[in-house]
């Protein structure tokens, strides 16, 4: 499988001299599947991107696209109407996710209805389907994928992608307890070549005055990757206001605890 970064950030996109490194627009991931079928997990601004990419390097009648939604919240949907194949005729977009079609169908159509968006969800020309997923495992593109409730307000899950030779976990917005780490989390990664985890704010930062606001720390994402036993720690969702130095710091801070640590960075 092949993963690839397009957005990092959460809560706001954001611009500027010193977040090049690690890019500036919110969440959004792909992994290609060794049978070539392409899961896209949230749409953040970092979709946008990835959909010009796919017009660009893709003939019309390969325009099949999965997109895994962990929760919608504005920061991981809000590059949706900007998603170019949303427009083209012959693309075809099935999205995923435990809440039901009626709500998932709400949330999509809302953010491009009335004065939001000059263009309504039904009016754009692609064919959307939207399917809820169970809580047994499900199979796309030859990769077993199953889903873990997170700590997060209005609810939010991790994805867990099982390929042949490899599995990826991908778990951002999610607040980690106060008293040792989240044990069901831990569980559904144990043994994952890559953790995917929240790095919104530093402990410094969560001890003033973040508790509560349904993000984690770096020093958390080492104690859950220590605890589930996974190989790669990937620190992700990172702070708007966090600088490319600082997350430099933080992921050095990271490898402290967790030698085999990186922070996510946007494909340039």
């Known amino acids: 499988m092949k993963l690839k970064f397009w957005g990092v950030r959460g809560t706001v996109p954001v611009s500027g001299q010193d977040k090049m490194k690690y890019g500036g627009c919110t969440i959004c991931s792909t992994v290609e599947t ?4 392409l899961l896209i ?3 953040g601004t970092g979709i946008k991107k990835l959909g010009d990419h796919l017009l ?3 003939k019309k009648d390969s325009l099949h696209f999965n997109i895994l939604m962990t929760h919608f919240h504005l920061d991981h949907i809000q590059g949706l109407p900007f998603f170019a194949p949303l427009y083209e ?4 977009l099935h999205i995923y996710s435990p809440y039901s079609t009626t709500e998932m169908e709400y949330y999509m159509k809302g953010l491009m209805s009335g004065r939001f968006f000059p263009v309504e969800f039904d009016e754009t020309p692609s064919t959307k389907y939207f399917h809820q997923v169970e809580v047994d495992m499900f199979v796309l593109g030859g990769v077993q994928i199953s889903y873990c409730p997170l700590h997060h307000p209005q609810g939010s899950v991790a994805y867990r992608l099982d390929g042949a030779a490899t599995s990826i976990v991908y778990s951002t917005d999610t607040e980690h307890p106060l008293d040792g780490v989240d044990n069901r989390l831990a569980g559904f990664a144990e043994g994952a070549d890559i953790l995917i985890y929240d790095a919104t704010f530093t402990p410094e930062e969560y001890e003033d005055g973040k508790r509560g606001w349904g993000h984690s720390t770096w020093l958390e994402g080492t104690k859950l990757a220590q605890e589930a036993r996974v190989k ?9 206001d966090h600088s490319d130095a600082d997350v430099d ?10 030698p085999d640590t990186s922070g996510a960075r946007e494909t340039a």
Request: hydrophobic fraction near 35%; avoid cysteine.
């Open 89 to 92: 005729e012959e693309a075809t």
């Open 34 to 37: 060794d049978t070539g079928e």
């Open 56 to 58: 660009k390097t893709r």
């Open 41 to 43: 997990i949230d749409a």
């Open 249 to 258: 710091q933080i992921v050095l801070r990271a490898k402290d605890k967790f």
């Open 232 to 240: 790669h720690l990937t620190l992700s969702h990172f702070n708007p």
